[in-house]
């Protein structure tokens, strides 16, 4: 009796060992996927003021388990280079996507532009520029009036030539909205200001404010471009500039389509004068000859009936 309740015991001991053993193991391997699997998150390395633009000496990364990453992080510290603090930010403190205001208008242009690419004005007009209706982040596509000589004939021929092109700044506007909260922070310094000059009216201070901002008749629109395009674009505002149009895209039709050129026969089509020319005047009709004569030593048709 004493020897079966022995290896009873036993093994219940090791029953419980096993179970214990898988449970440490299922933890172990949970733990080390929360703690060992880590992710570097950006922080600040000072404390940032409400409405404060970011510069790169302002934060640094921080390595953290995968556990306590919190949502709205920011990997890259680029992505906050000149953004603005929309509230203020602790030394130490996670940077958060809900937490700064993007790039914006009283950051310049420079921080717009993508690394590798580069800012190139194009001269516009109400025509070209879709009626002044084009603004920061509509994509475009440009198109112009190609005319040349081969040989002895003039040659015209129409071609989008550059696709899906990101407008960076309409005239000296680069953002189509600035920030309401770097707004008010201005109006509020506004308010405060003894210089009886200024409004103390919020509504008006806003009203100026939105119109110095915007730039309603512009005569450029600056593109986001590759070195390579600037040097077509450049080329071509050089020898057919007076040409140059922007055609605007849907925001989110991102497709490459290569068109041919077109000239006035794609125009006109198969049924135009311009392409089936003038119409060949009809036969004469001769008359049936049925034999030949001679008369006074001459060779002489004779017609039939």
């Known amino acids: 009796m004493e020897?079966?309740?022995?290896?009873?015991?036993?093994?219940?001991?090791?029953?419980?060992?096993?179970?214990?053993?898988?449970?440490?193991?299922?933890?172990?391997?949970?733990?080390?996927?929360e703690y060992q699997i880590t992710k570097n998150i950006v922080v600040a390395k000072r404390d940032i003021l409400q409405y404060e633009t970011i510069r790169p000496t302002d934060v640094g990364l921080l390595t953290v388990p995968a556990k306590f990453l919190p949502p709205g992080l920011i990997v890259n510290q680029e992505d906050v280079y000149d953004a603005v603090a929309a509230i203020p930010i602790s030394k130490g403190e996670f940077i958060l996507d809900n937490k700064i205001i993007s790039k914006n208008v009283y950051s310049g242009l420079d921080t717009q532009i993508t690394r590798g690419k580069r800012a190139m004005a194009v001269p516009v007009n109400v025509k070209s520029s879709v009626g002044f209706q084009l603004r920061p982040g509509n994509r475009v596509d440009l198109a112009a009036v190609f005319e040349y000589q081969v040989g002895t004939s003039p040659i015209s021929e129409v071609k989008?030539?550059?696709?899906?092109?990101?407008?960076l700044a309409s005239g000296r506007t680069i953002q189509t909205e600035a920030p309401k909260g770097v707004d008010q922070q201005i109006i509020k310094n506004l308010l405060n200001e003894k210089n009886p000059e200024i409004p103390k009216d919020q509504t008006e201070l806003r009203d100026t404010l939105n119109y110095a901002k915007m730039d309603a008749n512009y005569t450029t629109v600056t593109l986001e471009v590759t070195p390579d395009q600037a040097q077509t674009i450049a080329y071509v505002m050089s020898t057919f500039g007076q040409t140059l149009t922007l055609l605007m895209r849907h925001s989110d039709d991102r497709a490459i389509n290569n068109k041919g050129t077109t000239t006035l026969r794609d125009v006109m089509g198969p049924e135009s004068f311009y392409v089936k020319g003038p119409k060949a005047p009809a036969p004469k009709s001769y008359p049936r000859i049925k034999f030949y004569d001679f008369s006074g030593g001459t060779q002489v048709p004779v017609t039939g009936p």
Do not use: P
């Open 3 to 33: 020897r079966r309740a022995t290896l009873l015991s036993i093994g219940l001991s090791a029953l419980a060992m096993y179970l214990v053993w898988q449970y440490i193991s299922g933890e172990d391997e949970r733990l080390r996927q």
């Open 160 to 167: 989008v030539f550059l696709q899906d092109l990101l407008v």
